[in-house]
């Protein structure tokens, strides 16, 4: 039984949901040890959500110093003291911002092998999936070394209840900041927003919603159902919506259980950034739109129309 790491993201609602897969992923068929190190949270509030996947250990990193909370170097540091401490053979992560920058940071830190937005792993032979030229094709990609870091694109593995007791540890690393890197400023998302790559319901905008001001009609919508808002590239080029909106192939790579294209034709370069959503709504007045070729179900309306509709039978539904 081989110790695995995982690196928890967290947020101010708590642990993040997206955790619970690559936790998932973690436990593989042996039935892995699991440690789950916890940077910017205390482990005693983390413990519960964490060991009903199988985490047995939950540790709390931190370094004496005043930029830890901020600092990815420093914490790229205390992180590879951890490891090293616990022994972990594999550490895996989410493959967000933050997750990819810090295990970046890691992987050049101690050398390490390194693959990033995984879709699947198998820890027992030591090789991951990743989708290449937009996910036309998969590589099974084989990690060599004493240690092997992965991020796992969010939603890609179910997660899977496996309850057990945890252990709450806590290990302070004898790590200075090197210097390199000063974070001036950090800017959060709105309280309660849900962070598109990670949302397991995504509705999204095409050209024909107008302007930015008619995105509330998305958000509304998306507020009742607990979604994130997308936009494609079109709208964001035209200066509806902001870059971190977008969905697509120079946009973010998204895999929901539900995503709801609204007035979107269903362009190559779109459909490669949501491809993997489990089920697929298209909404489009063009009965002829590419995009119903691609869905799993169709509306031919115009989405002014249907997603107000569909907002006020939603708020009717008890919760």
């Not at 790491?5 to 892995?32: C, F, M, P, Q």
């Not at 005043?66 to 992180?79: F, G, H, M, N, T």
């Not at 309280?191 to 001001?213: C, F, H």
Request: proline share 4%; hydrophobic share 45%.
């Amino acid at each position: 039984m081989a110790k695995i790491g995982v690196l928890i993201e967290t947020s101010d609602e708590g642990v993040k949901e997206a955790n619970g897969g690559v936790i998932t992923a973690a436990r593989g068929e042996a039935g892995n040890e699991i440690y789950a190190f916890v940077l910017n949270a205390k482990a005693a509030d983390c413990r519960n959500a964490l060991q009903q996947y199988g985490v047995a250990k939950v540790v709390e990193v931190s370094a004496d110093a005043a930029a830890w909370v901020s600092s990815p170097d420093l914490q790229a540091r205390a992180l590879a003291e951890a490891i090293k401490h616990f022994e972990i053979s594999t550490l895996l992560g989410l493959s967000s911002a933050q997750g990819r920058d810090l295990l970046a940071r890691l992987a050049a830190l101690i050398d390490a092998p390194l693959v990033q937005d995984c879709s699947g792993i198998n820890l027992a032979e030591g090789t991951v999936k990743k989708s290449h030229f937009s996910g036309k094709t998969f590589a099974t990609i084989k990690l060599n070394g004493n240690l092997r870091i992965c991020s796992i694109r969010p939603n890609t593995i179910e997660a899977q209840p496996a309850p057990v007791e945890a252990e709450v540890l806590t290990f302070q690393a004898a790590v200075q900041d090197p210097g390199g890197l000063v974070v001036k400023e950090v800017k959060k998302t709105a309280p309660g927003s849900v962070e598109l790559t990670e949302a397991n319901i995504i509705i999204t905008g095409g050209r024909p919603i107008g302007a930015a001001e008619n995105y509330k009609i998305l958000r509304e919508c998306a507020e009742v159902l607990g979604a994130a808002v997308g936009a494609s590239r079109a709208v964001v080029d035209a200066g509806f919506a902001p870059h971190s909106m977008q969905v697509g192939q120079t946009g973010k790579t998204v895999s929901p259980k539900l995503y709801i294209a609204c007035g979107l034709s269903g362009s190559v370069q779109h459909f490669a950034g949501m491809k993997t959503s489990r089920v697929i709504v298209a909404i489009n007045t063009d009965k002829d739109a590419p995009i119903f070729n691609k869905c799993d179900y169709g509306l031919v309306g115009d989405l002014f129309e249907i997603v107000p509709v569909l907002t006020a039978v939603l708020k009717e539904q008890p919760q």
